[in-house]
T-cell receptor, first 110, second 113 residues
Framework: DAKTTQPNSMESNEEEPVHLPCNHSTISGTDYIHWYRQLPSQGPEYVIHGLTSNVNNRMASLAIAEDRKSSTLILHRATLRDAAVYYCILPTSGTYKYIFGTGTRLKVLA | NAGVTQTPKFQVLKTGQSMTLQCAQDMNHNSMYWYRQDPGMGLRLIYYSASEGTTDKGEVPNGYNVSRLNKREFSLRLESAAPSQTSVYFC?????WGEGEAFFGQGTRLTVV
């Protein structure tokens, strides 16, 4: 199973960009990279996903390293509402397991 | 626009009691999942169902059973509740495998005393 490694916590100032890293050195060629976030007292919500190329949507950008062994979720202007736990997930190849790691707790400072 | 619906939202059980957590999705998704989340921790996969008629163990299946009743519904049963099963339980569903995003219910907060 592809494993992910994320820092336990990060801090950012409001209205500044945030770069949340994820290492996945055992990723296989067909593994997608998914990101979710969990706001306090809520279920996780989808943020973005990608395979090889960088991806953008209204919430964030996903930068994927050329060797795909790491990726970075980019919040372009952090707001207080972005304070959450961010999870990087690699759907397990060959199964339908969908395993969350421990995630990164993002604190946004006013 | 219901998405994933879990019932009940809150439950208190005595040690040894049994109960079933219900989950239903209206997005015609093939895959469904049950997770638990202990205070301050990440989500851990209990069981999942890749498609109607199939179920598989996740990371922490002991003490739980599941039933994929039909494509819409996936239930989680605690046969003999223990205080260690006090947690928030989330159900999720997912469409296509590689690309599809997962949708989560609002959770069931279970306390076993």
């Amino acid at each position: 199973d592809a494993k992910t490694t994320q820092p336990n916590s990060m801090e950012s100032n409001e209205e500044e960009p945030v770069h949340l890293p994820c290492n996945h050195s055992t990723i296989s060629g067909t593994d997608y990279i998914h990101w979710y976030r969990q706001l306090p007292s809520q279920g996780p919500e989808y943020v973005i996903h990608g395979l090889t190329s960088n991806v953008n949507n209204r919430m964030a950008s996903l930068a994927i390293a050329e060797d795909r062994k790491s990726s970075t979720l980019i919040l372009h202007r952090a707001t207080l509402r972005d304070a959450a736990v961010y999870y990087c997930i690699l759907p397990t190849s060959g199964t339908y397991k969908y395993i969350f790691g421990t995630g990164t707790r993002l604190k946004v400072l006013a | 626009n219901a998405g994933v619906t879990q019932t009940p939202k809150f439950q208190v059980l005595k040690t040894g009691q049994s109960m079933t957590l219900q989950c239903a999705q209206d997005m015609n998704h093939n895959s469904m999942y049950w997770y638990r989340q202990d205070p301050g921790m990440g989500l851990r996969l209990i069981y999942y169902s890749a498609s109607e008629g199939t179920t598989d163990k996740g990371e922490v299946p002991n003490g739980y059973n599941v039933s994929r009743l039909n494509k819409r519904e996936f239930s989680l049963r605690l046969e003999s509740a223990a205080p260690s099963q006090t947690s928030v339980y989330f159900c999720a569903s997912k469409g296509s495998w590689g690309e599809g995003e997962a949708f989560f219910g609002q959770g069931t907060r279970l306390t076993v005393v």
